[in-house]
């Protein structure tokens, strides 16, 4: 499968779905940098949230999501825009842990605490000197998904569920990918939307599963929301 992003709403506009395939993506940025499996995860997961989250800006905007981390890898920084240009690294790139009892990569142990900021800056190719706005929330859990998703939270009110992974075979990036849904403003106060949401998320075993069984975005936004009316915005 190739990499794409693709997003998706519903008649209402009260939700917004973004996902996107990231595996050859990572795969070529974890080899030019020559990082372990671990920062692979790590990095890999970093480069596709910042996709995700460039698609929700407008189209000379571009975020940077910056991990200033205590534990071995020390950082992780990614940058993207809303046309699904990214770029990225990592500040140890050789930051390795032994794979959880479960025979999961251990990213939160690499990136141990420490703070996220998120930058968003906008009109730099067109000469415009517009003041980025810069948020910061500490990390909570090292596991990327989760962090992004508090800061989306905290500092954005906006009531958010997000899964990014990472699958490392023998031969490399086997699977890589992420999606992200959002409450828009006018139901930000629906509970019981919400709430479909969180117990939908949390029934899927994570992102990369559904890839390595061949499943597609489209196929996947219809197993998760198929009922509620999605339709897809050209990729």
């Known amino acids: 499968m190739g990499d794409q992003l693709i997003q998706a709403t519903n008649p209402a506009a009260t939700l917004r779905m973004i996902a996107g395939v990231t595996t050859h993506l990572v795969d070529e940025v974890c080899r030019r940098h020559q990082t372990s499996p671990t920062a692979s995860a790590a990095l890999g997961r970093t480069l596709t949230g910042a996709l995700l989250f460039g698609r929700t800006f407008k189209n000379l905007e571009y975020v940077t999501l910056r991990f200033d981390c205590e534990g071995p890898i020390r950082g992780i920084v990614a940058e ?23 025979g999961k990569l251990d990213v939160k142990s690499i990136v141990g605490a420490g703070m996220l900021h998120v930058i968003r800056e906008a009109g730099s190719e067109m000469g415009i000197s517009r003041e980025p706005y810069a948020g910061s929330v500490p990390i909570v859990s090292g596991e990327i998904a989760e962090d992004l998703a508090h800061y989306l939270a905290t500092s954005e009110q906006t009531p958010s569920a997000l899964l990014v992974g990472v699958f490392i075979g023998a031969g490399g990036v086997e699977a890589a990918g992420g999606i992200l849904l959002q409450v828009l403003p006018k139901a930000a106060r629906d509970e019981a939307l919400i709430s479909t949401l969180e117990a939908r998320v949390s029934q899927l075993a994570g992102f990369t599963p559904l890839l390595r069984l061949g499943k597609d975005l489209p196929e996947i936004f219809s197993q998760l929301l198929g009922d509620l009316d999605l339709q897809i915005l050209p990729e």
Do not use: M
């Not at 993207?80 to 479960?102: F, K, Q, W």
């Open 80 to 102: 993207a825009n809303a046309h699904g240009t990214v770029r990225g690294y990592v500040r140890r790139p050789l930051a390795d842990a032994p794979s959880t009892p479960e």
